[in-house]
């Protein structure tokens, strides 16, 4: 099965700096790699994802860029605020449905 | 709301009991998961319904675990027996059929379960 990890497994930055996380996927088979943020006693939220036709896409301040050879996927989050303040999973997809998810990085932003 | 809604939001149980979740997709979203996610975790896929055909099931849904989707609406996940291994957030998500697979997936708030 697909092996998921993820760097840092927490960060804090300062207000307004960029913030980046990095996923690596071992399953050559994976054409979806999308990005979730998940805040206490809530469900994940999509923020961004991308396919593997695509080496980057960005959406205002989070961005994602993809490394299909090296087997390798960074969210970048730039001017962070107080409310990025969460966790972010990777969730790396191959096939009509699975998704496997890293293990999470907890980012604390500080006002 | 037009999200995905899951209900309870909180069970707490005593070991040996049965309990029952109820999962509402987003509107028209053919596609529905479940996933359990526990303490320090990301969410592991349980299984997966595209309308009424439950269509893969996870090693971790051991037969104490049912999931049900009658008329392609809304979604059950029941767990007979339950046990204090059981205690975790059980996540739903639902996606439209979109180009490519996988499709976006779509998640709800959760249910926590404690069992005691």
């Known amino acids: 099965g697909e092996n998921v990890e993820q760097h840092p497994s927490t960060l804090s930055v300062q207000e307004g700096d960029s913030a980046v996380i990095k996923c690596t996927y071992s399953?050559?088979?994976?054409?979806?790699f999308p990005w979730y943020k998940q805040e206490l006693g809530k469900g994940p939220q999509l923020i961004i994802d991308?396919?593997?036709?695509?080496g980057e896409k960005k959406d205002q301040r989070i961005a994602v860029t993809l490394n299909k050879t090296a087997k390798h996927f960074s969210l970048h989050i730039t001017e962070t605020q107080p409310e990025d303040s969460a966790v972010y999973f990777c969730?790396?997809?191959?096939?009509?449905?699975?998704?496997?998810f890293g293990k999470g990085t907890k980012l604390s932003v500080i006002p | 709301d037009t999200g995905v809604s899951q209900d309870p939001r909180h069970k707490i149980t005593k070991r040996g009991q049965n309990v029952t979740f109820r999962c509402d997709p987003i509107?028209?979203?053919?596609?529905l998961y479940w996933y359990r996610q526990t303490l320090g975790q990301g969410p592991e896929f349980l299984t997966y319904?595209?309308?009424?055909?439950?269509?893969?099931k996870s090693r971790l849904l051991s037969d104490r675990f049912s999931a049900e989707r009658p008329k392609g609406s809304f979604s059950t996940l029941e767990i007979q027996r339950t046990e204090q291994g059981d205690s975790a957030m059980y996540l739903c998500?639902?996606?439209?059929?979109?180009?490519?697979?996988?499709?976006?997936?779509?998640f709800g708030p959760g249910t926590r379960l404690t069992v005691t």
């Open positions: 998500a639902s996606s439209f059929p979109g180009l490519v697979d996988p499709y976006e997936q779509y």
């Open positions: 399953d050559s088979a994976s054409n979806y």
């Open positions: 991308i396919r593997s036709n695509v």
């Open positions: 969730a790396p997809g191959a096939g009509s449905y699975q998704l496997t």
């Open positions: 509107s028209e979203h053919n596609r």
């Open positions: 319904f595209q309308n009424e055909a439950q269509l893969e």
